[in-house]
């Protein structure tokens, strides 16, 4: 466990009660009124959290010195929830970037419109340091993994139930004493972000927030989520874009999730997971490993998982279509333990 307070300090404070979450701290941040554009809602969001960086405000570094102590009418939070309600009618919360106005009932890439959920439930199996976990499970997702072990989930956003805000918040609370953090997943969380920020502009539990996530995030929608996320649970899958078209359906991927795991450092804690598939040791095991070392050291979390099974449309891709053998997965994981990686356990 020793690898945990190096890369996850903060966090095991917020769980002894020695920090506040970030979300909390955002809501105690005053902004005056929300301004009527989108344009100036923005340059309002980030001149309020660039004083708050200078000031040591939120962020990994922890510590809230330039936050209100009170509830203000208008927080940082309720800024960020606006600026999310006004993306969905452009969304572009994913690099897909669909441009379309899911408020009147138009699809992007994604399929999501309103947020449903294929399940919600204490989760047992994430990495030791998590659990037990409160999971909330969205129905779509930004990417179209042939080989996705949750298909039916992901690739269905019409499945699952719709919830109400007031109805998920209760949820939560109703977890708070049992669970260490909430872990918004999907598919993938991001189509769902104005939804989930939505939820935490009215709740109050004092318990960690971890997104859990392919990363495909824009740039617009890191900003939104700093100083909101505590722990991002990243999935890096791909060290060649060649590999991740093919096989995810996704262009410039290793620009886009590199400068993300960038952003979410810079923001929050991170734990990385990296799903090791048969015949891309080479191509996207190694280059993802050596990438993290080099750019974190050991200060983020890192799981080198090897549950891969051919699932879905696996079949249709030779070198993917099989179990992962034993001495392929050793071999990413002596690449990770000989580069001086933070391993979970
Ligand atoms: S979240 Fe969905 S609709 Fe929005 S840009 Fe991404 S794929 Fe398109």
Request: charged share 25%; with cysteine; glycine share 8%.
């Amino acid at each position: 466990m020793s690898g945990i307070p190096k890369a996850l300090g903060r966090y095991v404070k917020i769980l002894g009660g020695d920090e506040t979450p970030n979300y909390l701290a955002c809501k105690k941040v005053a902004v005056g009124r929300i301004p009527d554009s989108l344009d100036e809602k923005w340059a309002l969001h980030d001149k309020v959290v660039a004083e708050l960086r200078t000031g040591d405000g939120f962020g990994s570094a922890g510590g809230h010195g330039n936050a209100d102590p009170g509830k203000p009418d208008v927080s940082l939070l309720d800024l960020k929830t606006s600026i999310a309600s006004d993306i969905l009618r452009k969304c572009e919360f994913c690099e897909r970037r669909c441009a379309v106005d899911r408020t009147s009932g138009q699809r992007g890439h994604c399929g999501v419109l309103e947020p449903r959920i294929s399940s919600e439930f204490m989760h047992y199996g994430e990495e030791p340091e998590l659990v037990p976990s409160y999971t909330i499970f969205f129905s779509g997702c930004t990417f179209n993994c042939v080989f996705c072990q949750n298909f039916d989930i992901s690739q269905s956003p019409e499945g699952g139930e719709k919830f109400p805000v007031e109805g998920v918040a209760h949820l939560i609370e109703r977890r708070e004493e049992i669970a260490k953090n909430v872990n918004w997943v999907g598919g993938d969380p991001t189509s769902n972000l104005a939804f989930i920020l939505e939820v935490l502009a009215i709740s109050d539990s004092a318990i960690p927030q971890v997104w859990n996530s392919n990363m495909f995030l824009t740039e617009k929608s890191m900003k939104l989520l700093d100083g909101v996320i505590d722990v991002y649970l990243t999935d890096f899958k791909y060290g060649s874009d060649d590999c991740a078209k093919r096989l995810s359906g996704i262009e410039n991927y290793w620009e886009i999730i590199t400068r993300n795991h960038v952003l979410a450092k810079e923001q929050a804690e991170v734990i990385v997971r990296h799903l090791v598939m048969p015949g891309h040791i080479e191509c996207c095991s190694k280059p993802i490993l050596s990438w993290l070392a080099e750019t974190f050291g050991d200060t983020v979390r890192v799981n080198v998982m090897a549950q891969y099974r051919p699932m879905y449309k696996a079949f249709r891709y030779p070198e993917i279509n099989r179990s992962l053998e034993r001495h392929e997965f050793a071999e990413a994981y002596e690449h990770a333990v000989s580069l001086g990686l933070n391993m979970t356990d």
